[in-house]
């Protein structure tokens, strides 16, 4: 009697779901294998690109494990972890997206049997440990170090690393093209990890072999004002100013009253406006600068009165191109032109403005730090510039780990057959 007075004890919210027990790992095992079978068919240089339609990107064409594991919507709490594992591999190391989850994936397949017959899942995870130490092992005595060789064949075993990647892409009837690419702008990069530093442009039309790669910086023209076309479109060696601040002509925001007895009197306060604007700009013409790049606008007026000096400016520059030329010409953004010194201004050695399919860039090349490429990627459709990008980013995050960690193995498959005969 006194038993069924116990009142039932609760625990969890209404309507909590909870399975716990063999079944819910096998349920587990079959999400993640079917998670992998919708990117097994992308692997390798015979895979399948996918087409995927989402209301907010429109249409992605890709290749990238990550990229599909980040459109796909998975709900699954288990299959979920596969698309952790994937972006943490993008983020790391770069390439090898889809093989990390189909590796996953088919550890789990091969433990399901010996679930089902009641192997409890540490014994499991145990074995798994010993495999992944004994193949870590294989891995670093088959492994090539590219420490000590000439710049010539560090540069061939580095094109060598990113044409692998790039096989499988989109682009990889193209790869030793792109490959010697990616090597330059790595090497150009230098030893920071500093991805922000390459910038990626893209412009539809004309072939892949049309891209090409810029010492330095590019960017797209911005807002041209009038008397744009009157400005010089080509220096040598010129000093550049960056600036945070407009030099438009704005009229005053406070709600001032003014009251004036004379007529006269309302001709000096537009004049003290003007002269405010005039002030200004001349302070960044005795500068001495010839390139003057702002991140807010110039408009006309300051426009009209560089182009009659000769100088050349662009307003509207976006943040992350002028911490680029910031960092590729060596000068600092400036928030007020009052004393303009030498020390702040950049410079690098050609400044041109190109026509590039219907876009016209601004670039500079041949900068000091050298710190700094940008690709200029030329393609058909755009949906497929945006793929090939992707690839490109991979290929170059691959030849940074490569000349970070400088010992290689042969890939594309090669050390995984290899591993696994060892084992």
Same mark, same amino acid.
């Given at each position: 009697?006194?038993?069924?007075?116990?009142?039932?004890?609760?625990?969890?919210?209404?309507?909590?779901?909870?399975?716990?027990?063999?079944?819910?790992?096998?349920?587990?095992?079959?999400?993640?294998?079917?998670?992998?079978?919708?990117?097994?068919?992308?692997?390798?240089?015979?895979?399948?690109?996918?087409?995927?339609?989402?209301?907010?990107?429109?249409?992605?064409?890709?290749?990238?494990?990550?990229?599909?594991?980040?459109?796909?919507?998975?709900?699954?709490?288990?299959?979920?972890?596969?698309?952790?594992?994937?972006?943490?591999?993008?983020?790391?190391?770069?390439?090898?997206?889809?093989?990390?989850?189909?590796?996953?994936?088919?550890?789990?397949?091969?433990?399901?049997?010996?679930?089902?017959?009641?192997?409890?899942?540490?014994?499991?995870?145990?074995?798994?440990?010993?495999?992944?130490?004994?193949?870590?092992?294989?891995?670093?005595?088959?492994?090539?170090?590219?420490?000590?060789?000439?710049?010539?064949?560090?540069?061939?075993?580095?094109?060598?690393?990113?044409?692998?990647?790039?096989?499988?892409?989109?682009?990889?009837?193209?790869?030793?093209?792109?490959?010697?690419?990616?090597?330059?702008?790595?090497?150009?990069?230098?030893?920071?990890?500093?991805?922000?530093?390459?910038?990626?442009?893209?412009?539809?039309?004309?072939?892949?072999?049309?891209?090409?790669?810029?010492?330095?910086?590019?960017?797209?023209?911005?807002?041209?004002?009038?008397?744009?076309?009157?400005?010089?479109?080509?220096?040598?060696?010129?000093?550049?100013?960056?600036?945070?601040?407009?030099?438009?002509?704005?009229?005053?925001?406070?709600?001032?009253?003014?009251? @004036?007895?004379?007529?006269?009197?309302?001709?000096?306060?537009?004049?003290?406006?003007?002269?405010?604007?005039?002030?200004? @700009?001349?302070?960044?013409?005795?500068?001495?600068?010839?390139?003057?790049?702002?991140?807010?606008?110039?408009?006309?007026?300051?426009?009209?009165?560089?182009?009659?000096?000769?100088?050349?400016?662009?307003?509207?520059?976006?943040?992350?191109?002028?911490?680029?030329?910031?960092?590729?010409?060596?000068?600092?953004?400036?928030?007020?032109?009052?004393?303009?010194?030498?020390?702040?201004?950049?410079?690098?050695?050609?400044?041109?403005?190109?026509?590039?399919?219907?876009?016209?860039?601004?670039?500079?090349?041949?900068?000091?730090?050298?710190?700094?490429?940008?690709?200029?990627?030329?393609?058909?459709?755009?949906?497929?510039?945006?793929?090939?990008?992707?690839?490109?980013?991979?290929?170059?995050?691959?030849?940074?780990?490569?000349?970070?960690?400088?010992?290689?193995?042969?890939?594309?498959?090669?050390?995984?057959?290899?591993?696994?005969?060892?084992?």
């Amino acid at each position: 009697m006194a038993a069924m007075m116990q009142p039932q004890i609760i625990l969890l919210k209404e309507g909590t779901d909870t399975s716990q027990g063999r079944a819910q790992m096998l349920s587990n095992m079959s999400a993640c294998t079917a998670v992998a079978d919708t990117v097994r068919t992308t692997l390798g240089p015979r895979g399948m690109d996918k087409l995927i339609h989402d209301d907010k990107s429109g249409t992605i064409i890709s290749n990238d494990g990550a990229t599909i594991m980040r459109l796909l919507d998975i709900v699954h709490p288990a299959a979920k972890i596969l698309v952790d594992i994937a972006k943490s591999q993008d983020s790391e190391v770069g390439d090898g997206t889809t093989t990390v989850v189909l590796l996953a994936a088919e550890f789990l397949k091969e433990a399901k049997p010996y679930v089902e017959d009641g192997v409890h899942p540490h014994s499991l995870i145990c074995s798994y440990r010993t495999a992944s130490n004994m193949a870590i092992q294989r891995v670093k005595e088959l492994a090539v170090s590219i420490e000590g060789k000439s710049l010539e064949e560090k540069k061939s075993l580095l094109a060598k690393c990113a044409a692998t990647t790039l096989s499988s892409k989109l682009i990889g009837g193209e790869k030793e093209f792109f490959a010697s690419i990616v090597v330059d702008v790595v090497l150009a990069i230098g030893d920071d990890d500093k991805l922000n530093l390459t910038g990626i442009k893209k412009v539809p039309g004309g072939t892949m072999r049309d891209s090409f790669l810029v010492n330095g910086v590019a960017f797209k023209k911005t807002f041209s004002y009038a008397g744009f076309e009157q400005q010089p479109k080509k220096f040598l060696n010129p000093k550049i100013l960056l600036l945070n601040i407009e030099l438009e002509l704005k009229s005053e925001k406070e709600n001032a009253e003014i009251r @004036l007895s004379d007529p006269l009197q309302y001709q000096s306060i537009v004049d003290a406006e003007w002269n405010i604007s005039y002030d200004k @700009l001349d302070k960044c013409v005795k500068s001495g600068a010839k390139i003057i790049l702002s991140r807010l606008a110039i408009g006309d007026f300051a426009t009209q009165y560089f182009a009659d000096r000769d100088i050349f400016c662009a307003g509207r520059v976006t943040e992350e191109d002028l911490q680029r030329v910031a960092a590729a010409t060596g000068g600092t953004v400036q928030t007020s032109v009052n004393n303009v010194i030498d020390e702040v201004l950049g410079s690098c050695e050609v400044f041109e403005e190109k026509q590039v399919g219907n876009e016209r860039f601004n670039i500079f090349s041949g900068c000091p730090s050298g710190q700094t490429a940008t690709i200029v990627l030329r393609g058909g459709a755009d949906q497929f510039i945006e793929e090939a990008e992707r690839s490109l980013h991979d290929a170059i995050m691959i030849v940074m780990r490569a000349l970070k960690n400088s010992t290689v193995v042969p890939g594309g498959g090669a050390i995984d057959m290899e591993v696994s005969k060892y084992l």
